[in-house]
């Protein structure tokens, strides 16, 4: 199947800070993305659909302002966690469509101190 | 609105079959797919069904009943490996085309 990396895997930063979070398909070209979180023992919730050349779209109660997508080419989509707080702590997944299938990346475990 | 229902947790003995059953709701339909994840990883893709009936792959089938709302995952020669959770996520196309995830059903294969 199709691959989709993400960067970092991990990361800690403390409280008030930012993170940006990388998001590949090496295999094929992507122009739609997805960005999910996971909170332990939860399912995935979709936080926002990444398009390449053109604005996000965000879940209701998602904020975009916090949360920055950036759909820079066909392969790469980047979300930056701005002035991050513990509560931000959590995992997040990308994910990328090669239709009709959709792959993940590996994960990215945030923790803000 | 969108609901899907899977059973939180279920447990089985290696070598043996399990079913995990998803039931859902969504205003609209393009696929239902299953996907394993271990904890603290992405998800990896098992199998997809758009039309009614069992597609096999292997150990894992998935079959499903567009009529009734209705999925079920079927896990064969259980392995230590299988203890995992498995979602069940439906493609919407009143939302979309994206996925609706269920809660999530976490399996434990005993030994």
């Known amino acids: 199947g199709a691959v989709v990396s993400q960067h970092p895997s991990w990361v800690i930063c403390k409280s008030g800070t930012s993170v940006k979070i990388e998001c590949r398909s090496l295999d094929f070209q992507a122009t739609t993305m997805f960005w999910y979180r996971q909170f332990p023992k939860q399912s995935l919730m979709l936080m926002a659909t990444?398009?390449?050349?053109?604005?996000?779209?965000?879940e209701q109660g998602v904020e975009k302002d916090k949360f920055l997508i950036n759909h820079a080419s066909l392969t790469l989509s980047t979300l930056t966690v701005t002035s991050a707080h513990p509560e931000d702590s959590s995992f997040y997944i990308c994910?990328?469509?090669?239709?009709?299938?959709?792959?993940f990346g590996p994960g990215t475990r945030l923790t803000v101190t | 609105g969108q609901n899907i229902d899977q059973p939180t947790e279920m447990t089985a003995t290696e070598g043996a079959i399990v079913q995990i059953n998803c039931t859902y709701q969504?205003?609209?339909?393009?696929?239902l797919f299953w996907y394993q994840q271990h904890a603290g990883e992405a998800p990896t893709f098992l199998s997809y069904?758009?039309?009614?009936g069992l597609e096999e792959k292997g150990r894992f089938s998935s079959f499903l009943s567009r009529s009734k709302g209705y999925s079920y995952l079927l896990l064969k020669e259980l392995q230590m490996k299988d203890s995992a959770s498995y979602l069940c996520?439906?493609?919407?196309?009143?939302?979309?085309?994206?996925?609706?995830f269920g809660p999530g059903t976490r399996l434990s294969v005993l030994p």
């Open positions: 996520a439906v493609r919407d196309t009143d939302y979309g085309q994206n996925f609706v």
């Open positions: 990444s398009n390449e050349g053109s604005k996000a779209t965000y």
């Open positions: 994910s990328a469509r090669d239709s009709p299938e959709q792959y």
């Open positions: 969504t205003s609209g339909f393009n696929g």
């Open positions: 069904n758009v039309l009614d």
